[in-house]
């Protein structure tokens, strides 16, 4: 098969994080294969195996032997798929680089409409979702409803219906490469860190085969890492909960006083109105409590410095490229520049 030179950069590299994608992977590469083709230029793909404990990683290695544009990039267990994303900016070398997800919900036939775009002039090209095959309505309330949420709250513009699938110039990889917190939100911190950005809009497909990555739990956690990260209005939402409560109080305090000396005993018939009252108040302070404790947690996995990720084996990168992975170091500056 015919490739790319090893020592010339690649115009394009695609991120594409893998956890257990065995169904997957022969049509996606075949997809992919068909796609970059047409495009005439250089181009390489990074594969993230994030853990998988099926076959995915003997049949990344397969297409990494019949086609050195495939490179693999093989964690030590699984890390996540936002943290496989950063692996997979740390080691990408195009003069562009696209994430994409593996499920084949991301057509790849938009790709060349992402480059389109790029080659206009933009920094980032977000794909935005106008229609959703083969997901639930639970699922399609409950994203709608995230989404709207962070885009009030949050201290930056995050777009509507806009997942990770978007291309990024090298530059703002380069820039990326120097945000390192924990609990990332990567579509957050594509639109934090600014740039030229244009939306493109598609239909996102059925899952090609197996079940989704994404269920009720990780869907909350990454949700969670999204608010908490650029937006601090859950806590602030404790201060006005306060004020508003302490008012309440005051006026409750200034009936009972006036019940007492006008109304008689009569007034006070009995104590479930105290207890629904401290059941209620003592509610709402574990609530904050664990809000408080939310923010702290992620002080705290920051303060700890530990690495976004340990590799166990990389295959098709260069010296550099593996040492920065190894390392946790990858370069943020451009070598060619």
């Known amino acids: 098969m015919s490739t790319a030179s090893p020592n010339v950069r690649p115009v394009i590299s695609l991120v594409i994080p893998v956890w257990n994608e065995e169904a997957v992977l022969p049509a996606l590469y075949a997809r992919l294969l068909e796609v970059m083709s047409r495009m005439g230029e250089s181009w390489e793909v990074i594969f993230i195996n994030d853990g998988s404990r099926d076959r995915t990683l003997p049949m990344l290695l397969e297409l990494h032997n019949r086609d050195e544009r495939v490179k693999v990039i093989n964690f030590s267990r699984n890390f996540g798929h936002q943290i496989a994303i950063t692996a997979g900016f740390d080691a990408a070398d195009g003069d562009a680089v696209i994430v994409m997800d593996a499920d084949l919900q991301d057509p790849p036939e938009t790709l060349l409409r992402l480059i389109e775009k790029w080659r206009e002039g933009y920094d980032v090209v977000y794909a935005v979702r106008i229609k959703r095959e083969g997901e639930t309505k639970f699922k ?5 409803i995230f989404y709207r949420l962070i885009r009030s709250i949050a201290d930056i513009e995050i777009p509507l219906d806009a997942g990770d699938f978007r291309l990024m110039d090298r530059r703002v990889v380069l820039a990326l490469r120097r945000l390192r917190e924990r609990n990332r939100f990567m579509r957050g911190l594509s639109s934090w860190i600014g740039f030229k950005q244009v939306a493109v809009e598609y239909e996102r497909a059925a899952r090609f085969a197996g079940e989704t990555k994404y269920p009720f739990r990780k869907m909350f956690r990454l949700a969670a890492n999204a608010i908490t990260s650029f937006s601090h209005v859950p806590l602030q939402l ?9 008012g309440i109080s005051l006026l409750g305090i200034l009936i009972a006083v006036l019940g007492r000396l006008f109304g008689g005993a009569a007034f006070f018939g009995g104590q479930a109105t105290t207890l629904v009252s401290v059941l209620f108040l003592g509610g709402i302070q574990l609530i904050f409590l664990g809000i408080i404790g939310e923010y702290l947690g992620r002080v705290y996995d920051e303060v700890k410095n530990r690495p ?4 166990a084996d990389a295959y098709g990168l260069d010296e550099s490229q593996r040492l920065g992975l190894f390392t946790g170091n990858p370069g943020i500056s451009d070598p060619d520049s």
């Open 140 to 144: 399609l309330w409950t994203a709608s």
């Open 238 to 246: 404790a201060t006005y909960t306060g004020f508003v409560l302490a």
């Open 308 to 311: 976004l990720y340990v590799v």
